[in-house]
């Protein structure tokens, strides 16, 4: 294919194609690990969570735990069915943003937008901060620490993210099979012993719980109702991550939407499984958990603990119960959930961009975030994704019973609206299909999401009501500032568009070009500049030198006129050593003089390499062409001169467009280390 | 003058300089307190620390405290008799970096300028430490929050360097002569007392000092003459920012020369009057004053002084002595020394970039220091001092005594070095004068510079000696490091010079021109860099399209064909939406097929106003460019579309070019409030 031949559209695609990125496609066995880490990973604090708000009716009120338990289960499987429909309806992978903005409007579709974006943040907030109590459960110094170890981790999470993690999926297998395995595999040891009655007690067993005055026995019918209400909706914490399969369709292997549906329900059945296990058995064992700001409501003996004692984790309590004589056991099981609560975190991390992305191609985010290559957008994103979340985690000091009021909400929302989309996907569809099989299809699928909007939208209810004013305010409030900053954007996008619209006189053509070129020297940048000036025969062109010290002066004239270059060199003076007002000022004098015509700058630069020499030149040219952009009429043309050592910023900028984003692998857009191996460059 | 017409070398200074900067030369009586401020300022700290060094061999030691002040007198007579011949010799304002450089060489300069920086930053930590030390005189709850207080007073000061202060005469001259007013007052008033027989004694007059074990009566004189020494260089503070007039003589009205050197001999006799005064009067009122680290040696009737007891600045204890019954007086005094302090402070700020602007000239500095309108390169240079400033202040407690350790050391080095070059400057003369009495007159201004160098030289010796282990050795290591970098830039410009001569070859012409205007939708700026680029009637002409969306694409191709155009669209497909690489590969293949023509790369850009707004815009844009400075023989053209909102970025950049820099003042560059007061605007 000549490239000097101009045939019209010719397609480059292919080779970009292979040479930049490899496109592997995720088998179910490799996206499970991949997508299941933020839901499967809530089971290391709903549990928890419900056992904390039935404590304040005292231990008797654990008899409600394992009926809560099923109440989740039964909203987890509703919502499972659902995004089943969506996955096949929706397999381009806008997830919930697309099916509520397709099917509800734009304003719907930035509602969901907005509470993601919370939810994002509040993922990371969340699991770190729990993440960290299991730390402190096995590593006893950073007890009471939690808030600044968990600062640290997303801090590191950040620096990994930025410098650009590679996601693979081993980087997601092991670790998730792994807590699998040893969640499962400690329930089942559990169970086995319950089955031999030889089922121990957890260390917290022999305590009592101080019912919270206002409720325990003398409790009203509508106190237990709401307590219920309260501990049922901090465990739909677990329901939290199970729509990010709907945004990772693309990534999946053919027939996509068929896989990521049975990768759904797979999901779906070992997370239900693992928090019933859990519910039953801490149930079973004798745990005694409550807020960790209230341990003066658990008593031993009728006397108050000591002062050091320190409430572990529910899954950690167990798992040295059930692990009795077997310390690895504990370790094991309580470095994996650690591990896969870090993984979870940097699903939002991989998360974020993506869905930035896709704001972005909307007109919702800046524009930089739609292209891939712009790192500084995508580096602006983690940053801020980390700070809001270590914002969140020092503000309530890494207690996951805290944030957790915050995070369901969010969730609920964009379930609630994906549902009621995805009814209306259904009933538009239904009024052109004709097919009888087709028809019964979707009218089952509609059935199914309607069940599903019934559960979440009485879930949200319940979520709205119970968990308001104990932190639910904060998260809607930030949707609607990020609600307002997207429609904000969009508008301004709107407006510039409007104002760039292409009408008739545009056509219109400059009658003349008048070149200046740039001089502060005669050296080959200048040359190369008057040279490359010259081969675009403008009208007229000429040399302008900005002059602050006459000795220089009168030299560069005459090695100009040695030169004998055959163009005329004008001098602007400038004796307070400005440089780029009189350029600026005669640039606009050329134009105002020819109204019709244009005028072309050419600024001669030398391409330097590492980062200090880029400090020490080209700063002005920068300016110049910055304050230059504002001046009509004006063309603004750079003529690079490329120095031995900009040879190293090349290479840099190479590796920097080869290297892995975040977000990638869940686009289908990498290696996962199957295929194509040889074709990434690192 | 017409504008089209190509006239060679037409000079457009003129207009420039009067519509930009007024340019207005100061007279002494406004000079003196333009320059001064740092000089006198030093009186109120200078005989605190011969006290306190004195004070180490107990109160009997301070018989000593006139005579130190003498020599201290002697020195600065010398010192200021030698700048005179300076001012006279090298009328341009490059002061002691220019002397040394020109005779001595420039690792002599370099060596100088070095000194100069790091005396910037102890000029602002020592004033502001000291100014500090006063406030906490007359407002008591500053006691033991001088750091804080002097930390926040830098900030203070950056922040109005850093959105340009207006420093002007009357900025300096009223504060400056209220200074000389109250102090002369003060000791004028002091000494009437003392004729009288009324002078009464300061607060600290009944103490008694505890010799420092080894000092006291059974001291040797080996130990007598090293205490002495120290005192004697502590009190050599006093002539710190002397040289100030040497880098300011341009901003002097006519003669210049001649009206520096009268400034300086009226500031050399205002500063030792003063210095003197306080001298003498402290010891007459039996001041007692020790090491503010070491006031358990002060006692009271043989008892400890009780624990909130505050030892006040020297001035501060004789304001409150003098004007016993008239505290209006006393606060008069402290309040205007504090001023004079950040005035000195202040002094800095403008100095740096001065020195930063000569440095930047010889290829010392960062090219951008060089030029005014530089705000980028000017604010780090601000940003840098200030917090330098601010670690030796932390580091140091904000306590002058012992910072006035590192402080005298650079001073000195450069008035060496200065004087050194001015005997050599009057050598070179004297070899080719011949006029008999021109002979005469140089022969004794070399006197002059000789017995300055021989002082300067003991001083120099004696704070080597008594105070590099006491903190002179940060100072001199931080010679080295500015010494170093200013070498290492130096250097790297050498080199890159070298790599860039122009030679013969430089004059071959590009045989043809292949223009792509890069198109990401048909709008005005798409149109107008096609026209544009059209105008300079390349060889080829194409547009490029980066398509990373089927319907996008064929929407753009539909109406690219409606519009008609003439050119041909080429399309690089992109499936990962990566914008940069596809259109960098491309240019670089176009210059391959043709490696003797060029490529022009036409972006069109849209010009917005508001800071927001240019972050939704233009960042692809703008990394493009950047990535294209590296591709050979691609030459990269902005043509700007300015949308309303872009007036508003306009007017900010007009008003900022207009804006008074720090140090203009300095350079005889801005209004002084008494001309061309109109053509200025703010």
Redesign the interface.
């Known amino acids: 294919m ?3 031949d ?9 080779k ?2 292979s040479s ?2 490899g496109e592997t496609l995720l088998p179910k066995r490799i996206a499970l690990p991949v997508f299941a880490s933020d839901a499967l990973s809530s089971v290391a604090y709903a549990p928890d969570e419900v056992f904390i708000m039935l404590s304040l009716a005292g231990a008797s009120a654990y008899v409600w735990s394992w009926k809560i338990g099923i109440a989740v289960a039964l909203v987890m499987s509703a919502v499972v069915m659902s995004y089943r429909q969506t996955v096949h309806a929706y397999p381009s992978g806008g997830g919930d943003y697309e099916v509520a903005t397709v099917n509800l409007g734009a304003m719907a579709g930035t509602t969901v937008a907005s509470a993601l974006l919370v939810d994002y943040v509040l993922t990371v907030a969340v699991s770190i901060s729990s993440g960290a109590q299991y730390a402190a459960s096995a590593i006893g110094a950073l007890s009471g620490h939690e808030a600044t170890f968990a600062s640290i981790m997303v801090l590191v999470l950040m620096a990994i993210n930025l410098r650009g993690i590679r996601e693979s999926g081993t980087f997601f297998a092991f670790p998730t099979y792994a807590f699998m395995v040893a969640i499962l595999g400690m329930c089942g040891f559990g169970l086995l012993r319950l089955a031999t009655g030889d089922l121990p007690h957890v260390e917290s067993a022999g305590l009592h719980i101080q019912p919270d005055p206002g409720y325990g026995s003398s409790m009203s019918t509508f106190a237990l109702l709401f307590l219920l209400a309260r501990a049922f909706s901090s465990g739909c914490a677990a329901l939290t991550g199970v729509e990010a399969i709907s945004n990772g369709v693309p990534a999946f292997k053919k027939p996509k939407s068929k896989n990521a549906a049975t990768t759904l329900l797979l999901l779906g059945m070992i997370a239900i499984t693992m928090m019933i296990s859990v519910i039953v058995l801490a149930k079973k064992m004798g745990l005694k958990y409550v807020d960790p700001n209230q341990m003066d409501r658990l008593t031993l003996d009728g006397k108050p603990l000591p002062a050091g004692y320190d409430q572990h984790a529910v899954i950690a309590q167990i798992a040295r119960a059930v692990f009795s004589d077997f310390s690895p056991g504990f370790y094991a099981v309580v470095t994996v959930t650690g591990i896969i609560l870090v993984l979870a975190a940097n699903t939002a991390f991989n998360g974020f961009p993506v869905l930035g ?1 896709i704001l972005a ?1 909307d007109g919702y985010a ?3 975030l ?5 790192r ?2 995508y580096s602006n994103g983690i940053v801020f994704l980390a700070f809001m979340a270590i914002i969140l985690i020092e503000m309530f000091n890494a207690e996951t019973t805290k944030l957790i009021q915050l995070y369901i909400v969010g969730v609920f929302v964009s379930f609630n609206l994906s549902q009621l989309g995805m009814i209306r996907h259904w009933t538009r569809h239904l009024k052109t299909e004709t097919e009888p099989s087709e028809r019964r299809r979707m009218v089952r699928s509609r059935a199914i999401n309607t069940v599903g909007l019934t559960f979440t939208a009485v879930v949200l209810v319940i979520v709205l009501i119970t968990k308001f004013l104990a932190g639910a305010w904060i998260t809607i409030l930030a949707m609607i500032i990020f609600f307002l900053i997207m429609r904000g ?1 969009r508008r ?2 709107d407006n ?2 409007a ?4 009408d008739e006189e ?9 070149a200046i070129v740039l001089v502060s ?8 500049a008057l ?2 000036a ?5 009208n ?1 062109l ?1 040399g302008v030198y900005v ?1 602050s ?1 006459p000795a220089a002066t009168s030299r560069l ?1 005459e090695e100009w006129d040695e ?1 004998n ?1 055959g163009v ?15 350029i600026v ?2 640039a606009m ?2 134009k ?3 109204p019709r015509g ?1 005028v ?1 700058v ?1 600024i001669p ?4 390499g590492r980062w200090w ?1 880029q ?3 080209n ?2 040219a920068l ?1 110049l ?1 910055g ?6 009429g ?11 050592s ?1 040879q190293i ?2 290479e840099r ?1 190479e590796r920097e ?1 080869a290297r892995v984003r975040p977000g990638d692998l869940r686009r289908g ?1 990498v290696s996962g280390g199957e295929s194509h191996k040889g074709q990434i460059q690192r």
């Open positions: 000549g490239v000097g101009v045939s019209k559209r010719i397609l480059l695609g292919r970009l194609r930049q990125l992305s191609q800046p524009r930089a739609g292209s891939r290559g712009d500084l957008a954007i301004h996008y510039v568009q104002e760039l619209a292409a545009d056509k219109i053509m400059p009658t003349r070009v008048h020297k005669l050296h080959k940048p200048t040359l190369r040279a490359f010259k081969a675009t025969r403008p007229v000429e002059a010290d004239l030169r270059l005329p060199l004008k001098v602007l003076h400038s004796p307070y050593r400005e440089l780029i007002k009189p000022d005669y004098e050329i105002k003089a020819n244009v072309a050419y630069e030398y391409v330097v020499e400090l020490l030149h700063q002005t300016r062409k304050r230059l952009l504002f001046a009509p004006v063309m603004v043309t750079s003529v690079p001169y490329q120095l031995r900009s910023a090349r900028e467009l857009q």
